[in-house]
């Protein structure tokens, strides 16, 4: 069962902006974390921003500032929006979903982590 599905990548330049959208299932949005990672062509992968259904809401420092997360719960959808876009931002981004968080990761702690297929987001100079 598919149960995350990212949409919104794709090609901008540096400066520019784009918003990354998240449709889970309903019962994987109302885990208690959801969140983006990215992993860059060689690179490791790297959580950047989480939300959880008590509020707290943590942002790695390479986006702090530029990018915000936020839900839809009529939608059951997660948004990233990206602003001032940098070339270093290029990755493949996921969204995630687990029942436990640790800094801006979701980590599953009684039951699996649920990530997506990824979206493409690629930042020009």
């Known amino acids: 069962q598919v149960r995350l599905v990212e949409s919104g990548g794709g090609p901008v330049q540096a400066g520019g902006s784009l918003r990354l959208s998240c449709e889970a299932t309903?019962?994987?949005?109302?885990?208690?974390?959801m969140g983006w990672f990215r992993q860059a062509e060689g690179d490791e992968r790297e959580g950047i921003a989480v939300?959880?259904?008590?509020?707290?809401?943590r942002y790695a420092p390479a986006v702090q500032g530029r990018f915000t997360i936020s839900k839809d719960t009529a939608k059951n959808t997660l948004y990233l929006q990206m602003d001032n876009l940098k070339p270093e931002d290029t990755a493949m981004y996921y969204c995630?979903?687990?029942?436990g968080r640790r800094g801006t990761v979701c980590v599953g702690q009684n039951s699996r982590t649920y990530a997506g297929r990824g979206t493409q987001v690629t930042v020009s100079s």
């Open positions: 995630a979903a687990a029942d």
């Open positions: 309903s019962d994987t949005y109302s885990s208690y974390c």
């Open positions: 939300i959880t259904t008590d509020g707290i809401i």
